[in-house]
């Protein structure tokens, strides 16, 4: 079995929440190649810079928390556009607000500007961020 690794995907909270009534994970706009990183049993969590997309209140909380489930990403049609999903296991958790655990995060320490570590949409992280997320939003790994 490979190794997991741990994913951060940037989405306003509202889309987050659609994503978890849905039980899938959409990246970078729907886009398939973030998705094609992800792998089965690799942790993921949803960093929301805001609340609303595009323009409403600013949030900067991790939203959801879980780990992607088996299966390859496939296509969605929304409107009249083709969107990439990946199914994912969403765990209940609490938000957690972002700016308490900077200085925890190897993603953001040292960084001054810490929302560009969020910028791409998907951002890798260590296990280690994993696990101090996860304790914050459920309690655990």
């Given at each position: 079995m490979s190794e997991e690794n741990y994913w951060v995907v940037t989405a306003s909270a509202d889309h987050a929440l659609r994503g978890k009534a849905d039980g899938i994970v959409q990246a970078n706009h729907g886009k398939h190649a973030p998705l094609r990183?992800?792998?089965p049993g690799d942790g993921v969590v949803i960093y929301s810079p805001r609340s609303v997309f595009p323009d409403g209140p600013p949030l900067q909380a991790f939203t959801l928390i879980g780990r992607v489930a088996e299966g390859e990403p496939w296509q969605?049609?929304?409107?009249?556009?083709?969107?990439?999903?990946?199914?994912?296991?969403w765990?209940?958790?609490k938000i957690a607000l972002i700016r308490p655990l900077l200085g925890d995060l190897q993603v953001t320490r040292g960084?001054?500007?810490w929302g560009m570590a969020f910028r791409?949409?998907?951002?890798?992280l260590a296990r280690s961020d994993f696990a101090r997320i996860a304790r914050e939003m459920v309690g655990g790994t």
């Open positions: 990183l992800m792998k969605h049609e929304m409107g009249r556009t083709l969107m990439w999903r990946r199914k994912v296991i765990q209940e958790g960084l001054t500007s791409n949409g998907l951002t890798k």
